[in-house]
């Protein structure tokens, strides 16, 4: 039934390690995102997917790099992490209106702990 | 560029008191207009938008927010708040043509008996 689900829920890795996490959204929207929150809470834009072309990247190290395999999902794999990458990461999913944007669907966030 | 300033970190509030949280945006051209809330330990949730038409505009749970072109302020409301009201409030700002939305720092909304 979940709309936007990820996973895993909780990441806890040591400094150095690659990990993956994995975004589905069963809502049948053409366009998803992966969004960064650090520990003050500050959200902000990675990555963003439509029709599984990538349209916004912002600065972000290339260590991270998405990926979508179709619509309907965006992973998110992170080699070499750092003990800057600690935060909490989400997906979203938004349908392309005809105005250009619309209400963006978020998953329940994984939270990734570098040690 | 387009930018959005919560100006209050933190707002504790009495139940039943009303409720105002702050949110102000940058922006050169047209913008839309979100509020988020996030419960402890959860995703973001869609609280109330603004598109275009009706510059007051209603949510879930009570909440309503005025967009103010010429303060380019989209404050939120709430006139008796609930225990469960308590949790993370973020602005966001988004524009044409563009699909990311530029978030605020947040407001943490703190409601006791």
């Known amino acids: 039934d979940t709309a936007v689900s990820q996973t895993p829920k909780y990441l806890v890795t040591q400094m150095g390690n690659d990990k993956s996490i994995k975004c589905e959204q069963n809502?049948?929207?053409?366009?998803m995102y992966w969004y960064k929150q650090d520990s003050k809470k500050f959200l902000k834009i990675m990555f963003s997917y439509n029709n599984k072309e990538l349209i916004i990247n912002e600065t972000v190290p290339n260590r991270f790099s998405p990926k979508s395999p179709d619509k309907a999902h965006l992973n998110l794999h992170i080699n070499s992490l750092e003990l800057g990458d600690s935060a909490v990461y989400f997906c979203?999913?938004?349908?392309?209106?005809?105005?250009?944007?619309?209400?963006?669907?978020f998953g329940p966030g994984t939270r990734l702990t570098v040690l | 560029a387009q930018s959005v300033t919560q100006l209050d970190s933190q707002v504790p509030v009495f139940e039943e008191a009303p409720v105002e949280l702050r949110c102000n945006y940058s922006?050169?051209?047209?913008?839309?207009l979100f509020w988020y809330v996030q419960y402890p330990n959860q995703g973001l949730q869609l609280l109330l938008k603004y598109l275009s038409g009706s510059t007051l505009v209603k949510g879930i749970n009570g909440f309503e927010a005025e967009f103010n072109k010429s303060q380019t302020s989209f404050h939120l409301r709430k006139p008796s708040v609930h225990i469960s009201d308590t949790a993370e409030y973020f602005c966001?700002?988004?524009?044409?043509?563009?699909?990311?939305?530029?978030f605020g720092t947040g407001t943490r909304l703190l409601v006791s008996p």
């Open positions: 966001a700002v988004s524009s044409t043509g563009f699909q990311k939305l530029v």
């Open positions: 922006s050169s051209v047209s913008v839309y």
């Open positions: 809502l049948g929207h053409d366009t």
């Open positions: 979203a999913s938004s349908q392309t209106g005809t105005g250009g944007i619309d209400t963006q669907y």
